[in-house]
């Protein structure tokens, strides 16, 4: 559980397209590190590449090397699920199953993975993804209805509680609060603040006061221009990023002079 | 005296726009039951002699049951069977289209596949009497001498091929493409999100299907489905043409059988009096049976609503 990602200077492709250049990065484990840039910088494009979910809009491909504890993800005869059973993706907008009862979410990226799982030990994990996602009091009476009839806050930690059903050693976390009112995104937030004690975090997120709050290290990701590719500008310490930027451009954005 | 200013008249020829659309949206819901209503009057009043007359005097000479129901059961069978091929094959081309084969081949595919919904009947009908029936004469031989012990593939086989599983798999033909193109768009809605949640837990393409897609779909299968069966069911020329009509019997690969929409077909041109009127009640059968199984159909979504997405 927990391991570290080391990216090697990694390009991202879409077809013909460069959209992220040259990314060398150490996220540790048991670490938050949060990922921040104006729209359109490749922060997202760059995040899906560590649990090679990128490769599902058609054209996606990347150079360079992403090593999970040493293990290169895009090595040969590596299976991309394979990967993402083990790099697990908490998306924009909370998206369980709509056809699956509460429970039935939980459980979905279990069974999937051709597991037999007994009902005892499926009301256990159940029990504890609820719990270790901060749901398991409001839902534990309902767990047979949809997940859908949840609010939105709910049914993002409803995902939460599924994607760490499947023990990942990483969460990958996309924008998860962008959709979320203050209260949702503060449960979220202290939800990831425990989450790293097992797992290591990995958060996109547009509002800076959110990085500052939940993250270990920042990475701020910049784009020259359209059509020019994203790039990693600075990564530090959220402390340094925030106070004592080295570079002009993470200076501008955390200050809030553009982006 | 105070004027309330939020009653100003700027709006009224927005509001005219809006009474001829809702005035036509309803006219149009209004026409379709007076049309259904309509349907169900005629076919009562014209069949009404039937149940009327005395047993005796109906083809068969027992009463309209014992006419009515060996061609409701032909009937039956031949959408069954037609189902029973088409809705795997259907589904199957439809999840290749939407998300295995690759997009050069998806689109063409997926063109072919809705023109053949636009073939006339009669087309398919004179295919499986001419081409279809004769090739599955060596097959119906060996069903017969092989599986010959259950009552469905008794000997002997037919030798022209003119039977009920021929006209069964010429009506599968017909509705593949049905089933096809509507659950075909149905999976392509499914939502994205969806989709990359499966994935993102580990999911394999097909379990993701199976998680995702499917699920999602459902009440969109069965609906196709249920059109597929509304042809099947009434679908009159291919099946005249390619069955040899006559008694109920089990054996789907012998001459024999008969269905509701064929028998009033091939008999309505010389059909009077009592003769029309008992056609016509077979009509109102065939209406029912229609009427009947779209209602389990609806029943069966209604059930799922709680988890349909819909929410």
Redesign the interface.
């Known amino acids: 559980m927990a391991k570290r990602i080391d990216v090697n200077d990694l390009n991202v492709y879409y077809s013909k397209f460069l959209a992220v250049e040259g990314v060398s990065i150490n996220i540790e484990p048991k670490s938050v590190t949060a990922f921040i840039g104006p729209s359109g910088c490749g922060k997202s494009t760059f995040l899906r590449t560590l ?1 090679r ?1 990128h490769e ?1 809009i ?1 054209g996606g491909r990347v150079e360079g090397e992403v090593l999970l504890d040493g293990d290169d993800l895009y090595g040969p005869g590596v299976d991309p ?2 990967v ?3 790099i ?2 908490v ?1 924009q ?1 909370p ?7 509460i429970k039935d979410n939980v459980l ?2 279990v069974k ?2 051709g597991q037999k799982i007994s009902k005892s030990d499926a009301d256990a994990l159940v029990e504890k993804s609820l719990r270790g996602a901060n749901l398991w009091n409001e839902v534990k009476d309902r767990l047979d ?2 997940g ?2 949840l609010s939105g806050g709910q049914q993002q930690r409803l ?1 939460i509680a ?2 760490i059903a ?1 023990k990942p050693d990483v969460i990958l976390m996309d924008e998860p609060c962008s959709a979320l009112d203050p209260i949702s995104t503060l449960a979220i937030e202290d939800l990831i603040n425990e989450l790293k004690n097992d797992y290591t975090v990995v958060i996109v997120t547009h509002n800076m006061q959110q990085a500052a709050r939940v993250s270990d290290k920042t990475a701020f990701f910049n784009i020259a221009g359209t059509g020019k590719p994203g790039k990693l500008i600075e990564f530090n310490d959220t402390a340094a990023i925030f106070s004592n930027p080295e570079q002009k451009a993470t200076e501008d954005y955390v200050s809030g002079r553009f982006g | 005296m105070t004027t309330n200013a939020l009653t100003s008249k700027s709006s009224t020829s927005g509001r005219a726009g809006d009474k001829i659309f809702s005035g036509a949206a309803l006219g149009a819901g209004v026409l379709i039951l007076i049309t259904l209503f309509a349907v169900a009057v005629f076919l009562l009043i014209q069949a009404l002699p039937t149940f009327m007359a005395d047993p005796a005097d109906i083809s068969g000479g027992e009463g309209f049951f014992a006419y009515i129901w060996p061609i409701v059961i032909g009937t039956v069978i031949a959408a069954a069977i037609a189902l029973l091929i088409a809705t795997p094959i259907g589904l199957g081309v439809a999840l290749f289209i939407s998300h295995f084969a690759p ?1 050069r081949i998806a689109g063409p595919l997926g063109y072919v596949i809705d023109l053949l919904a636009a073939i006339p009947s009669v087309i398919y009908g004179a295919w499986g009497y001419m081409v279809l029936a004769p090739a599955l004469v060596p097959g119906y031989d060996w069903l017969a001498a092989n599986m010959g012990f259950i009552p469905i593939f008794e000997g002997p086989a037919s030798q022209t091929g003119k039977t009920m599983l021929t006209a069964g798999i010429v009506l599968a033909v017909m509705v593949l493409p049905i089933i096809t193109s509507l659950s075909r768009e149905i999976f392509l809605q499914t ?1 994205k ?12 393409r097909w ?1 993701m299907i199976t ?2 897609v499917l ?2 779909a ?1 009440p969109g299968i069965i609906s196709a489905v249920m059109l597929g069966l509304g042809r099947a069911l009434g679908e009159t020329m291919a099946v005249a043409l390619v069955l040899s009509t006559g008694g109920l019997i089990p054996s789907l690969i012998q001459s024999g059988n008969q269905t509701i929409a064929a028998e009033i077909a091939l008999n309505f041109p010389e059909a009077f009096g009592l003769r029309l009127a008992e056609l016509i009640a077979a009509g109102l059968v065939l209406f029912l049976i229609t009427l009947v199984v779209n209602m389990i159909a609806r029943a069966i979504i209604a059930r ?1 609503k ?6």
Do not use: D, I, Y
Not at chain 1, 95 to 101: A, E, I, K, L, W
Not at chain 2, 193 to 204: D, N, P, Q, S
């Open positions: 649990n979910m599902v058609p699920v394979t993402r059973s083990q697990g993706m998306f907008r998206n369980p199953f709509p056809t699956m009862s979905a990226g999937l993975n209805k949809p859908s009839g995902c599924r994607t499947v | 997009r939502p999100l969806h989709e990359e949640a499966a994935l993102a837990l580990g999911a394999t379990e998680t995702a699920p999602f459902r799922h709680e988890f349909s997405g819909a929410n």
